[in-house]
T-cell receptor
Framework: NAGVTQTPKFQVLKTGQSMTLQCAQD?????MSWYRQDPGMGLRLIHY???????DQGEVPNGYNVSRSTTEDFPLRLLSAAPSQTSVYFC???????????FGEGSWLTVV | QKEVEQDPGPLSVPEGAIVSLNCTYS??????FMWYRQYSRKGPELLMY????GNKEDGRFTAQVDKSSKYISLFIRDSQPSDSATYLCAMSGDNYGQNFVFGPGTRLSVLP
């Protein structure tokens, strides 16, 4: 019963490096999204997708890129890491219009 | 003013106490209200879901919505140490995942 799986759990990057956070879900959900969680800020939506081949920007998209080639996978790319991107990142999925958003376990990213 | 406000705590209570967690919001279009529980180093998980105004009870948990005051509450009866977590409120006007707005969370500690 995997649900939403994120990798890696922890990552340290140097400023300017790029990396990809992986996300996969096995619930056949149309909707997938990426959030970042910072102290006192709550969960902020970075990018989302309502189906394979369809992506859109959320509240804080700058510096991030996404693609959705399959229903199951929704990777998040950091193009050129900056210290301001130090955060906890959560991938999530749900049915298109569903009250339950299922979250992954989180990825802790530090940019030095 | 943030769209959703929530006292960050931390809130410490003795085991067995009744806990009241609250959120206020400014957008009168919100009609779907949720409470998520987030344990340390884990992703949020849905605890309660309420549509429009009124109360909903599930075991020791009661969710209450007062749309006229733009105020929602989560009550925990007979609190247990296992309830120690951060509680996030979330709300939406249309139940589409990309339009969910999350509060910053209240950290609760239930002391044995």
């Amino acid at each position: 019963n995997a649900g939403v799986t994120q990798t890696p759990k922890f990552q340290v990057l140097k400023t300017g490096q790029s990396m990809t956070l992986q996300c996969a879900q096995d619930m056949n959900h149309e909707y997938m999204s990426w959030y970042r969680q910072d102290p006192g800020m709550g969960l902020r939506l970075i990018h989302y997708s309502v189906g394979a081949g369809i992506t859109d920007q959320g509240e804080v998209p700058n510096g991030y890129n996404v693609s959705r080639s399959t229903t199951e996978d929704f990777p998040l790319r950091l193009l050129s890491a900056a210290p301001s991107q130090t955060s906890v990142y959560f991938c999530a999925s749900s049915t298109t219009r569903g009250n339950t958003i299922y979250f992954g376990e989180g990825s802790w990213l530090t940019v030095v | 003013q943030k769209e959703v406000e929530q006292d960050p705590g931390p809130l410490s209570v003795p085991e067995g106490a009744i806990v009241s967690l609250n959120c206020t919001y400014s957008n009168s279009a919100f009609q779907y209200f949720m409470w998520y529980r987030q344990y340390s180093r884990k992703g949020p998980e849905l605890l309660m879901y309420t549509y429009s105004s009124g109360n909903k009870e599930d075991g020791r948990f009661t969710a209450q919505v007062d749309k006229s005051s733009k105020y929602i509450s989560l009550f925990i009866r007979d609190s247990q140490p296992s309830d120690s977590a951060t509680y996030l409120c979330a709300m939406s006007g249309d139940n589409y995942g990309q339009n969910f707005v999350f509060g910053p969370g209240t950290r609760l500690s239930v002391l044995p």
